[in-house]
């Protein structure tokens, strides 16, 4: 049974950081993408950042520039560093662990990663940011 729990979230000030991890366990296939989403009560939950087996990385245009995902070599812990936080970022965030056809759409639909589908396979319960001004 594969779980996903996530970690790091929490209350900072603008301008702050916070660096979120989502501990992987069970049995996950070997090029599975992996990703970080996050959800604002009322809206749609939008993509932030995958990553893909071999440590290619696709960001959302919001996330460019101040948000870092990465991952052990094992695939077993997903990181999310976030610099220069926003109001605008405060959300709950999830990692989720999907097919490996979710990065390639990242890859070639031409779209913002905060458009990629969200039928990801596993999902972790969700860290809270509040980020505030």
């Known amino acids: 049974q594969v779980q996903l729990v996530e970690s790091g979230g929490g209350a900072v000030q603008t301008r702050g950081s916070l660096k979120l991890s989502c501990k992987v366990t069970g049995n996950v296939a070997g090029d599975a993408c992996m990703g970080w989403f996050r959800q604002v009560s009322g809206k749609e939950r939008e993509g932030v950042a995958l990553?893909?087996?071999?440590?290619?990385?696709m960001v959302a245009d919001f996330a460019k520039g101040r948000f870092t995902i990465s991952k052990e070599n094992a695939g077993n812990t997903l990181y999310l560093q976030m610099n220069t936080l926003t109001p605008e970022d405060t959300a709950m965030y999830y990692c989720?662990?999907?097919?490996?056809?979710?990065?390639?759409?990242?890859?070639?639909?031409?779209?913002?990663?905060?458009?990629?589908?969200?039928?990801?396979?596993?999902w972790g319960q969700g860290t809270q940011v509040t980020v505030s001004s």
């Open positions: 990553i893909d087996k071999d440590g290619d990385i």
């Open positions: 989720a662990v999907g097919p490996k056809e979710k990065c390639l759409w990242a890859y070639y639909s031409g779209k913002d990663v905060s458009q990629v589908p969200g039928d990801f396979t596993y």
